[in-house]
Structures are given as C-alpha cells and as structure tokens.
C-alpha cells in the first residue's frame, strides 16, 4: 500500500510540473536589482527532467549556466567576474516561475538582491 501511494505522488508532482517544465524552456529577459542600479541579463534556459541548462548574455559575453527545476521552483548558477567590484564568484539565483514571469532572489560574493524575469517573445 505505501508503495503504491508513494508512486502515485511521483506521478501526481510529474503531472503537475510537467507545464512548468514546457513552458520554462526559452529565452527569459532578467531584470537585476543591485546596490548599483537595475542590470539585465538574457538567459536562455532548457529543462530536462529536474535539470536546467543555458547560457546567460550580459555585459561579458555569454556564459554557460547549470541549474535544477523542482515544481515551480528553479535553482541557476554560473561564474562571473564584475569589473565594477573587482570580484570574480558565482552569481546563484533561486526563483519561482509564473507562468511567463520568474522572480526571486540572487547572490553574488557578498552581494544579493531581488530580481524580476520575463519570457522573450
């Protein structure tokens, strides 16, 4: 019997986020609030299974990204070096999806704020 229920919620929370899986794939426009104003970020992401890839476009180039779906929830990270603070680390963003908006939070060294994102048409 637990065997069963415990198969029935995996395929229950498959079901459910197979439409967040679908629908996150594509480019999304990043809107970044940081202690020096709004900066934007391209990334382009493909979901497969629980794991995300892509590449993120910025003032430096593209950069490749790694990062994990669970339900509405995505986890992103990629390594960037900022020439205004002197600091190269890994910017990690952890969000919920909506439909064609993300939102959430971002970390970079000792820096973090909130940002915005939403699907490119």
């Given at each position: 019997m637990r065997k069963t229920v415990a198969t029935a919620v995996a395929?229950?929370?498959?079901?459910?986020?197979?439409?967040?899986?679908?629908?996150?794939?594509?480019?999304?426009n990043f809107v970044f609030d940081t202690e020096g104003g709004e900066r934007r970020a391209s990334i382009t992401l493909k979901a497969d299974g629980g794991k995300l890839t892509g590449k993120v476009a910025g003032d430096s180039g593209e950069t490749e990204i790694t990062g994990s779906v669970e339900g509405d929830k995505i986890h992103i990270e990629f390594p960037y070096y900022s020439e205004e603070a002197g600091v190269k680390a890994v910017v990690k963003i952890?969000?919920?999806?909506?439909?064609?908006?993300?939102?959430?939070?971002?970390?970079?060294?000792?820096?973090?704020?909130?940002f915005e994102a939403s699907k490119a048409e």
């Open positions: 395929v229950l929370l498959t079901v459910l986020a197979a439409p967040v899986l679908a629908g996150i794939n594509g480019t999304w952890d969000g919920t999806v909506s439909g064609d908006k993300i939102s959430g939070e971002w970390e970079f060294d000792i820096y973090s704020g909130t």
